[in-house]
């Protein structure tokens, strides 16, 4: 049991048309993340969405284990996402529930297409999601995350991928639900595109729409997705200038003496 | 990379580069003997938890979140609330990690950490009662181990410690013989603070704070919880070496001489 | 083909090692090619010549697709390495710590008078003589990996060991 039932405001959307945290239908929470987190890993990323804190970490390509995993033309993808007890209100058992089992699964499907698979045969891709802090949208923050994590591990992708959740409150098309518009809201529409190519590898659906209100949905979710996808290449611009600078020259081109 | 089967086979070269390291009284990262890693820690770092920290250890990375429920006493301490420490190693914490229930590993750490919250009295539990006999706040003590650079016992303790130290309870009426919890907080009493020396045995070294690479070589490590008047208040003994009683002397010395800095920065 | 790496053994089989490469492949060492001629697993024991735990420079002979790498220690300097340690940095800087013709290694070998084998997986052998030694060839090698997109680097490295040896000269050095 939750210790407390905080009562749910009656409008979620008040006459202004801002939503419960002030925001417009059309605006992300604040959103920021950090690449290189976690120095034993190949690559890792951090994700502050609104109150979400998502860690994700990657390893590999490597050794698959258990070798009958082993694909010979490709690299295997296996992703784990996972719930701290006290990311949420309610304590969480630290048991894998049924939804952890599930969102690794979408997660894993929504970051294999932006994968060069092909590159890495009979090898192994680990994607580790740790959710701190839970606030509505896990999947499409730690989709933002470990798609910078694969990034960061230097491993050849196609595009990076943005995911938001798109949904309906109070009968109005909103971008980026908050745990409350998430719970309470009528519909919730998590989405994860590759931005370069406008191709979506995540759809899921719950609620009711109409066909209208769907493709508006997507649209406002497209928009909410680019802006994303600029501060995830800012992120990893940030590490490597990071890098620059504390050698300090920066050569203009990367003029190597080497062999 | 590979390794995780490779993780656990130790070149040759490794272990006898620390050891010899170690008989001329240097360490594999230039600490001297009685040293610890940077420690950092952050705390309020978890809204939705009722009190929670964030602890680096060098490498080493611990987060620690306390979660409050309500519940029946144990049968054998009907007027005292309840604290359960509980561990999880991330997968992401290292590369030969599998993911998985808690191993062996994650159960000591806990384990340990819990039995030096026990033993020192860090909460007068009694205060935890609500209606004793029936009804207690339970107190869960998460951790979570995002980075596995050795010496998880001292990491967590701090983190669990931090936890605790930023905890808020509830208030509460008592209607009726009904339990009505008020949305107003008040922090935890703290009345110690605990606080665990590791100890690792590198040939016939003794050292603090052992690091992974450390790990993989030592002979055996011993755990020491301190209370605020230094007092031994539990000891683990872990890994399959053995030691002497002056080399347990010789440990119990130097727990005691690195505790109190310890916890200036558990207090800080 | 051709990469000389340096590998740890981490098991056997009646007629040859696995080594750990620091890759997502694992590599084998056939005792034939060690022996230099056919290996009898009756009569000869493969953990008398290499053990599991040591540590091995060798070279790459054959590997694609279908087939994990195979290893070869003929060639001077590979077979088990013995004293000094490991040294792990990232492969792809690997280039940039020989330079041109070998041109930074040899400063490093010449500067500070100590054994380096470099593995292509990124795995370094160091052999000083002493410990403070080790401590410098440590950190001149690290200050090369982060470095290594930037142009002088060569000249900068020369002046931090010297500023390094400067700095220690005096300083009891603990000898291995």
Not at chain 1, 107 to 128: C, G, H, Q
Not at chain 3, 65 to 84: A, M, N
Request: proline residues 4%; aromatic residues 6%.
């Amino acid at each position: 049991m939750a210790l407390f039932k905080y009562p749910v405001p009656e409008k979620l959307i008040d006459e202004n048309g801002l939503r419960i945290d002030k925001r417009k239908y059309n605006e992300l929470r604040p959103i920021s993340f950090e690449v290189g987190v976690l120095p034993q890993c190949d690559g890792s990323a951090y994700i502050e969405m609104g109150g979400n804190k998502i860690i994700a970490g990657v390893f590999g390509p490597r050794k698959v284990q258990p070798r009958h995993l082993a694909h010979p033309n490709k690299c295997v993808i296996r992703a784990l996402y996972r719930m701290a007890t006290f990311s949420v209100e309610e304590r969480k058992s630290p048991a894998p529930s049924r939804r952890e089992v599930e969102l690794s699964m979408v997660i894993r499907n929504s970051l294999e297409p932006a994968i060069f698979v092909e590159y890495y045969p009979k090898t192994l891709i680990d994607i580790v999601v740790q959710v701190l802090a839970a606030d509505g949208g896990t999947r499409c923050a730690s989709i933002n995350a470990a798609s910078l994590a694969l990034a960061d591990a230097g491993i050849a992708l196609k595009d990076l991928v943005s995911a938001v959740a798109v949904g309906k409150v109070d009968g109005k098309i909103v971008l980026d639900l908050n745990d409350i518009e998430d719970k309470e809201g009528e519909a919730d529409l998590p989405i994860a595109v590759m931005p370069q190519f406008n191709q979506f590898t995540l759809l899921q659906f719950d609620g009711n729409m109409t066909k209208e209100e769907f493709l508006n949905a997507i649209n406002l979710g497209l928009e909410g997705i680019q802006i994303i996808y600029q501060k995830q290449q800012d992120a990893i611009r940030a590490k490597f200038a990071y890098e620059y600078s504390n050698s300090g020259e920066l050569t203009e081109k990367n003029e190597r003496e080497d062999e | 990379m590979i390794k995780v089967d490779s993780y656990k086979i130790i070149s040759d070269l490794e272990k006898r580069h620390i050891e010899s390291l170690a008989k001329r009284g240097y360490r594999i990262d230039g600490r001297g003997f009685k040293d610890y890693r940077k420690i950092t820690i952050e705390t309020d770092y978890v809204p939705k938890a009722e009190g929670s920290a964030r602890v680096f250890l060098g490498n080493t990375q611990i987060v620690a979140g306390v979660k409050i429920s309500i519940g029946a006493p144990y049968p054998d301490t009907p007027d005292a609330g309840v604290i359960t420490v509980n561990a999880e190693f991330s997968p992401m914490a290292a590369p030969h990690f599998e993911a998985g229930p808690p191993g062996e590993e994650a159960v000591e750490v806990a384990r340990v950490v819990d039995r030096g919250i026990r033993h020192s009295d860090i909460i007068d539990k009694q205060k935890l009662a609500i209606i004793p006999g029936e009804q207690v706040f339970i107190l869960f003590v998460d951790l979570y181990v995002l980075g596995y650079n050795g010496n998880m016992f001292d990491a967590g303790e701090l983190a669990a410690v931090k936890a605790l130290m930023n905890t808020k309870l509830p208030k509460y009426e008592i209607v009726d013989g009904e339990v009505k919890l008020v949305p107003e907080w008040t922090l935890l009493e703290i009345e110690d603070y605990p606080v665990s020396v590791t100890i690792a045995k590198i040939g016939n070294t003794l050292v603090v704070d052992p690091n992974a690479n450390e790990e993989r070589v030592l002979d055996s490590r011993i755990t020491f919880a301190l209370n605020s008047r230094s007092e031994i208040v539990s000891v683990q003994k872990g890994e399959a070496g053995t030691f002497t009683v002056n080399e347990i002397e010789q440990a119990i010395e130097m727990a005691q001489e690195v505790s109190p800095k310890l916890r200036e920065i558990l207090k800080a | 083909m051709g990469d000389i790496i340096i590998g740890k053994i981490i098991n056997t089989t009646i007629v040859s090692w696995k080594v750990d490469i620091n890759s997502a492949y694992v590599a084998t060492l056939h005792a034939s090619t060690v022996l230099d001629r056919s290996f009898n697993p009756i009569k000869d024991d493969i953990r008398k010549y290499f053990d599991i735990g040591d540590v091995i420079a060798a070279e790459i002979i054959a590997f694609n697709r279908t087939r994990d790498p195979v290893l070869s220690i003929k060639g001077r300097g590979l077979g088990k390495l013995r004293g000094g340690r490991i040294i792990e940095i990232l492969p792809a800087k690997v280039p940039r710590l020989i330079g041109r013709k070998g041109s930074m290694i040899n400063l490093i070998k010449n500067e500070t008078n100590c054994r380096i084998t470099i593995g292509q997986n990124g795995w370094v052998h160091v052999q000083t003589k002493d410990f403070i030694m080790e401590e410098i060839v440590e950190k001149v090698i690290r200050k090369i990996e982060q470095e290594a997109h930037t142009s002088g680097l060569t000249d900068r490295v020369k002046e931090l060991i010297q500023e390094e040896l400067n700095k220690r000269r005096g300083e009891k050095s603990g000898t291995i």
